[in-house]
C-alpha cells in the first residue's frame, strides 16, 4: 500500500491489479466535493532525461489524464493512463474544423520538497473563455485543478530540480465527432499532459531580436485573439518562419485595421518601460489576457511602480528610442516567464533597447516571479497552490 498525503483532505493509495497498479485518487475540494479519479499506472516506465539539457517541449512524462464529455452524461469518466498515442477516425471533427482549447501552465519543486503551482484558478478560468468562445462545454474549474493535481502528483518524480526547470502542464480539449458538415460537435475529450522543460530560449534570460510583422496580422476584434485556440497559432507560424529566416526569435504584432498600434510579441504580451512608465497593449479581444501579465501588472502595482493599460502605436516606440527614453521592453507569458528584448526591427530600421542588455526592471520581475513560483519567495498574493 502506498500513501501521498500532502495534506488532510486528500489521498493516494495503490493496490496491485493484473500486473499494474490500478489507483484511486481522491481529492475534496474546498467546498467539500470529492472527485475520484482511476489510476492505471505504467508497466513501462521511462528514463528519465538530463534535468541539465531540457529542451522546451520535446520530452512528455509517463502518464495523461484523460475525461469524456457527451450531452447525455456531461463530463465524466476522469482518469489518468499511461502515456500513449491518441487513435482519431480521419473524420473527427477538430482534424478539420479545429475546434480545441489548450492551455499551459507549471509546476515547480520548492527546496524543501514541496510542489507548486503557479495561481492554476486563472488558468481554469482562461480555459472556460476559451472554451465559451469555440462552443465547447465548460469545465468546472474545481474539477480541472483537482485533475492537474492528480497527474501531476502522480508523475511528481519528473519535475526536474536544476536551476531553471519546471514540469511544464498542457491541459486541452478537442472535438471528438465523426463528422464532415460544419457544426459544433456534441461529444469532446479533456486531456492533460505533462513534460520536463528548461528555459523557453536556449540562453535563457538574455534579450531576444523582434521583427516588428506589419504584414501578416495575428487576430482582429471579434476574432479569437483573446481565446486561446489552436487556430491563432497556426495562423502565426509563417510569420515567425520569416523571422527566423532574417535571424530574428519572434514577432511584435501589430494590429489587424491599421498596421500600427502594438499588441503582441509572438506567444506572449508585450511590455514597454517608457520614460520611466510601464506600459502595455489593454484587454479589447484582440490580446490574450496572459496570467504572467496579470502578475506582472500587479507587482508593478504593488511596488508603486507607474505602469498603463492603454494603446501605442510603433511609431511611438520609435520616437521613445529617438529620444532617449525608450528604456525596456519585455513579453511575458507561462513559457519564459520574462523574456528581454534587446533589439526591434521595423521597416528595415533596426534599434538597440538598453544597449541589449538585461534591464532592472525585467530582471527584478524575473527574480521575482519565478523566486514566488518556487517557494524561494513568499508571495503576498496567495499565487502558489500546493499539490
Not at 77 to 89: E, F, H, K, T
Not at 298 to 320: C, M, N, S
Not at 363 to 384: A, E, P, V
Request: proline share 5%; with cysteine.
Amino acid at each position: 500500500m502506498e500513501n501521498y498525503k500532502p495534506n488532510q483532505n486528500r489521498s493516494f493509495s495503490a493496490t496491485p491489479d493484473s500486473g499494474l497498479r490500478k489507483q484511486i485518487f481522491l481529492l475534496k475540494g474546498s467546498a467539500g466535493m470529492g472527485y475520484d479519479f482511476k489510476i492505471t499506472k505504467t508497466a513501462n516506465a521511462k528514463p528519465k532525461p538530463d534535468p541539465n539539457n531540457l529542451v522546451f517541449g520535446t520530452v512528455s512524462t509517463d502518464h495523461m489524464f484523460e475525461m469524456s464529455y457527451s450531452p447525455e452524461k456531461g463530463w465524466h469518466d476522469g482518469q489518468i493512463v499511461p502515456y500513449a498515442a491518441l487513435q482519431l477516425d480521419p473524420a473527427t471533427a477538430v482534424l478539420h474544423y479545429a475546434q480545441l482549447m489548450f492551455e499551459g501552465l507549471k509546476a515547480y519543486r520548492s527546496d524543501d520538497g514541496r510542489i507548486l503551482l503557479f495561481r492554476p484558478d486563472k488558468n481554469a478560468e482562461r480555459a472556460n473563455i476559451s472554451n465559451d468562445r469555440i462552443c465547447i462545454p465548460r469545465i468546472d474549474e474545481e474539477l480541472m485543478i483537482a485533475a492537474i493535481k492528480a497527474i501531476v502528483a502522480v508523475d511528481q518524480d519528473w519535475i526536474p530540480d536544476a536551476k531553471d526547470t519546471s514540469l511544464y502542464i498542457r491541459p486541452f480539449v478537442i472535438a471528438t465527432d465523426t463528422y464532415l458538415g460544419v457544426r459544433p460537435s456534441s461529444n469532446f475529450k479533456f486531456y492533460i499532459i505533462l513534460g520536463p522543460v528548461g528555459p523557453y530560449y536556449k540562453g535563457g534570460l538574455s534579450p531576444t531580436r523582434i521583427l516588428v510583422e506589419d504584414n501578416y496580422v495575428r487576430a482582429v476584434s471579434g476574432g479569437t485573439g483573446f481565446a486561446k485556440v489552436g487556430g491563432n497559432y497556426a495562423a502565426s507560424l509563417i510569420s515567425q518562419q520569416e523571422a527566423l529566416k532574417k535571424g530574428y526569435q519572434q514577432v511584435l504584432w501589430l494590429d489587424g485595421i491599421e498596421r500600427r498600434y502594438v499588441e503582441e510579441i509572438g506567444t506572449s504580451n508585450a511590455f514597454f518601460k517608457i520614460d520611466g512608465e510601464v506600459l502595455t497593449p489593454p484587454l479589447t479581444g484582440t490580446i490574450l489576457p496572459g496570467i504572467t501579465r496579470d502578475s506582472v501588472i500587479k507587482l508593478l502595482q504593488h511596488w508603486g511602480e507607474p505602469v498603463k493599460e492603454e494603446r501605442f502605436t510603433i511609431e511611438d516606440v520609435y520616437k521613445a528610442h529617438e529620444a532617449g527614453k525608450l528604456e525596456e521592453v519585455f513579453a511575458t507569458g507561462t513559457a519564459a516567464v520574462i523574456s528581454p528584448v534587446g533589439e526591434l526591427c521595423w521597416k528595415d530600421k533596426v534599434i538597440l533597447i538598453n544597449d541589449s542588455k538585461i534591464g532592472k526592471t525585467s530582471q527584478k520581475l524575473y527574480d521575482t516571479l519565478t523566486g514566488i513560483q518556487t517557494g524561494k519567495i513568499k508571495g503576498q498574493f496567495g499565487w502558489t497552490v500546493e499539490v
